[in-house]
């Protein structure tokens, strides 16, 4: 049986409004020092030294800092009609699935949703990975997208078994995608005729357009996942 993408053991801290309000502070400082230059590696570390965070806490303090809202590039929901979406598969699927799983997701500063799987590596599908695939092509098809191009990265385990899963589902919906495993996907995402769909902020920064699909499905279809406030726009 499949695990669930549930809530990791450490997650409790979330719970704690004490211990979120001090993750907040430290996103704030961050984003300061990031604005102004400083170094992503050294900034974080200082940061978290400071307010004595935890791994876990770090990872959230360094998926949640920094203002990019300024960056450009995002369209609208209703612009996505008869276009093509290129859509970095990991990343996606793994927030789908952690909202669909009750783990824990946090809204950082530039307004986006992130998840806390740091998986690298290393990818099992889970008991929401179907469900994840299903929901979002059938949310692409409400918006109107023309098709998707799914791209996951070939190094990590079950890329090629999960891109074949995309296209069997699109398939049996009667959906217009493509799914393979390749290399290099974020120099393909870059370079992709189309609308990306990712919070790889590195891609995001790189001038392409792009549309925050998994924000959309988890707004809308998703209400009651977990989401952890740890900034605002």
Same mark, same amino acid.
Request: glycine content about 8%; charged content about 30%.
């Given at each position: 049986?499949?695990?669930?993408?549930? +809530?990791?053991?450490? &997650?409790?801290?979330?719970?704690? +409004?004490?211990?979120?309000?001090?993750?907040?502070?430290?996103?704030?400082?961050?984003?300061?020092?990031?604005?102004?230059?400083?170094? +992503?590696?050294?900034?974080?570390?200082?940061?978290?030294?400071?307010?004595?965070?935890?791994?876990?806490?770090?990872? #959230?303090? *360094?998926?949640?800092?920094?203002?990019?809202? =300024?960056?450009?590039?995002?369209?609208?929901?209703? &612009?996505?009609?008869?276009?093509?979406?290129?859509?970095?598969?990991?990343?996606?699927?793994?927030?789908?699935?952690?909202?669909?799983?009750?783990?824990?997701?946090?809204?950082?500063?530039?307004?986006? $949703?992130?998840?806390?799987?740091?998986?690298?590596?290393?990818? *099992?599908?889970?008991?929401?990975?179907?469900?994840?695939?299903?929901?979002?092509?059938?949310?692409? @098809?409400?918006?109107?997208?023309?098709?998707?191009?799914?791209?996951?990265?070939?190094?990590?385990?079950?890329?090629?078994?999960? #891109?074949?899963?995309?296209?069997? $589902?699109?398939?049996?919906?009667?959906?217009?995608?493509?799914?393979?495993?390749?290399?290099?996907?974020? #120099?393909?995402?870059?370079?992709? =005729?189309? $609308?990306?769909?990712?919070?790889?902020?590195?891609?995001? &920064? *790189?001038?392409?357009?792009?549309?925050?699909?998994?924000?959309?499905?988890? @707004?809308?279809?998703? +209400?009651?996942?977990?989401?952890?406030?740890?900034? *605002?726009?």
């Amino acid at each position: 049986m499949r695990r669930h993408r549930g +809530p990791a053991p450490e &997650d409790r801290l979330f719970d704690d +409004p004490r211990r979120v309000e001090r993750l907040r502070r430290a996103v704030e400082d961050l984003s300061w020092l990031l604005r102004r230059g400083y170094s +992503p590696k050294a900034a974080a570390e200082l940061v978290g030294n400071r307010y004595q965070l935890s791994a876990r806490e770090r990872l #959230a303090l *360094s998926h949640a800092s920094w203002d990019r809202s =300024d960056r450009g590039g995002e369209v609208p929901a209703e &612009d996505l009609k008869g276009r093509r979406l290129c859509i970095d598969g990991f990343n996606l699927l793994i927030t789908l699935e952690t909202a669909l799983g009750g783990g824990i997701l946090i809204r950082g500063i530039d307004g986006r $949703i992130r998840d806390l799987a740091n998986v690298h590596g290393s990818y *099992s599908l889970r008991a929401e990975t179907e469900e994840a695939i299903t929901l979002a092509l059938k949310s692409m @098809r409400d918006l109107g997208v023309k098709e998707s191009l799914w791209y996951f990265d070939r190094p990590v385990s079950n890329s090629g078994r999960l #891109a074949a899963l995309v296209r069997t $589902i699109a398939e049996n919906l009667g959906v217009e995608a493509r799914a393979e495993a390749i290399d290099r996907v974020d #120099a393909t995402l870059k370079a992709c =005729d189309g $609308i990306v769909v990712t919070a790889d902020a590195a891609i995001l &920064d *790189s001038g392409v357009e792009w549309f925050d699909l998994s924000g959309w499905i988890i @707004r809308t279809r998703i +209400p009651e996942a977990r989401i952890v406030e740890l900034g *605002s726009r």
